[in-house]
């Protein structure tokens, strides 16, 4: 018997935004608040060890993660698509697929990837950038690409704005619906829009005379970009990793991340601090100097360890892990209770993405 076909095909939504705008955030939220739509996600991160999809593990049945750095430069489109496949197959009974673009990715060619899918069930859904409003100004600055980004958006979410005053605010707007005056642009705290905005979307209009690009053309130029190792945003960039099984010690690490080793942008995994007592982890996400703790228990079983992830420009690997490294504790060092002082000064109080 030949297989049913789906009434509907599966919407595809692109989630992309510049390291730590408030992707995973917003995934989460839309998690949380899904309304009985069963979403799946894919994830793709810089790092290699993927740190998005262990905050959004637990949340969800069906998350996947394409690891191994950024996504949106591979030729070969196998793995989004085996991806696309799983979740599309209708034994997964999944409704809407979100695909998390690494904080790096150029949008064009995530949208690529899903719109080279050549699975039957599924349709490209749209392209929601995440903007950080407190850091969208200087970033721009940096990366002038990252306008081209709000550009081929469908809808811009302008995040943090509880970072940001009015006039900062309404200036960031203005420019945001400059550089696209056809996208939807919302402002929100900590990503919570309505999952209305991103699933039950009308169908992607086609572009009209007198866009700037057309959408074939945007694409096109994706390709252009890539043959001639054009200027993607995450060419400048490396991650570094580090993993200790000895806990860290509070004070240091803090000072640490107070005096972040030059280049150093975003920081993001679980910290274990070996305070007796506490069955205790720490995810840390450090944007640009802005440090944030969010404690989770440390489920039974779970052996305690630290990952981080730090992404940044022209960095010096070997000498971000010996500094790390001499954040760890020495064998016999007994740390107290008062030297998460500094830890908690960064801890918020609503804990982010938890694993239930
Ligand atoms: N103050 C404030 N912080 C926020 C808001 N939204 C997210 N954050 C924090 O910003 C940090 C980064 O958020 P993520 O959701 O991990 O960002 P991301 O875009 O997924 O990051 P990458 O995948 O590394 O690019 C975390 O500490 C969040 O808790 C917000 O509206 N206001």
Same mark, same amino acid.
């Given at each position: 018997m030949g297989k049913k076909r789906r009434p509907q095909s599966i919407p595809v939504v692109v989630v992309a935004g510049f390291l730590g705008a408030g992707k995973t955030t917003l995934l989460n939220h839309l998690l949380r608040n899904n309304g009985?739509?069963? &979403?799946?996600? *894919? &994830?793709? %991160?810089?790092?290699?060890?993927? *740190?998005?999809?262990?905050?959004?593990?637990?949340?969800? #049945?069906?998350?996947?993660?394409?690891?191994?750095? !950024?996504? !949106?430069? +591979?030729? #070969?489109?196998?793995?989004?698509?085996?991806?696309?496949?799983?979740?599309?197959?209708?034994?997964? /009974? *999944?409704?809407?697929?979100?695909?998390? +673009?690494?904080?790096?990715?150029?949008?064009?060619? $995530?949208?690529?990837?899903?719109?080279?899918?050549?699975?039957?069930?599924?349709?490209?859904?749209?392209?929601?950038? $995440?903007?950080?409003? +407190?850091?969208?100004?200087?970033?721009?600055?940096?990366?002038?690409?990252?306008?081209?980004?709000?550009?081929?958006?469908?809808?811009?979410? &302008?995040?943090?704005? %509880?970072? *940001? /005053?009015?006039?900062?605010?309404?200036?960031?707007?203005?420019?945001?619906?400059?550089?696209?005056?056809? +996208?939807? &642009?919302?402002?929100?705290?900590r990503g919570r829009v309505d999952p209305g905005l991103l699933f039950d979307r009308a169908p992607r209009r086609e572009p009209q005379p007198g866009d700037q690009l057309t959408f074939e053309e945007l694409l096109a130029d994706a390709d252009d970009a890539c043959a001639e190792g054009g200027s993607h945003v995450h060419e400048m960039y490396q991650s570094v990793t580090f993993t200790s099984k000895s806990p860290m010690h509070p004070r240091r690490l803090i000072s640490l991340l107070e005096k972040q080793p030059a280049g150093i942008y975003r920081i993001k995994g679980y910290v274990y601090f070996g305070v007796e007592g506490r069955r205790q982890k720490y995810l840390l996400q450090v944007v640009g100097d802005h440090i944030a703790f969010h404690p989770q228990r440390l489920p039974a079983g779970e052996v305690p360890r630290t990952e981080l992830v730090a992404i940044g420009t022209d960095l010096d690997p070997e000498s971000i892990v010996e500094l790390l490294d001499a954040c760890a504790e020495s064998e016999g060092e007994a740390v107290g209770a008062n030297e998460m002082m500094g830890v908690h000064r960064y801890t918020l109080a609503e804990t982010a993405p938890v694993h239930p």
């Open positions: 009985g739509t069963r &979403v799946g996600v *894919i &994830v793709n %991160d810089f790092g290699s060890v993927n *740190i998005d999809s262990m905050m959004v593990a637990g949340q969800v #049945d069906s998350v996947m993660a394409l690891s191994n750095g !950024c996504m !949106c430069c +591979a030729v #070969d489109v196998s793995d989004m698509d085996e991806m696309l496949n799983r979740l599309a197959h209708r034994t997964a /009974g *999944i409704d809407v697929i979100v695909v998390e +673009a690494s904080g790096l990715a150029e949008p064009r060619n $995530m949208v690529r990837l899903v719109l080279g899918s050549e699975n039957p069930y599924i349709a490209y859904g749209g392209l929601v950038m $995440m903007v950080d409003g +407190a850091e969208f100004q200087s970033c721009r600055e940096r990366h002038p690409e990252l306008d081209q980004h709000i550009a081929i958006a469908d809808l811009v979410v &302008v995040n943090k704005t %509880d970072r *940001i /005053g009015e006039d900062e605010h309404n200036s960031l707007l203005s420019d945001v619906r400059r550089i696209n005056p056809r +996208a939807a &642009v919302t402002s929100t705290v």
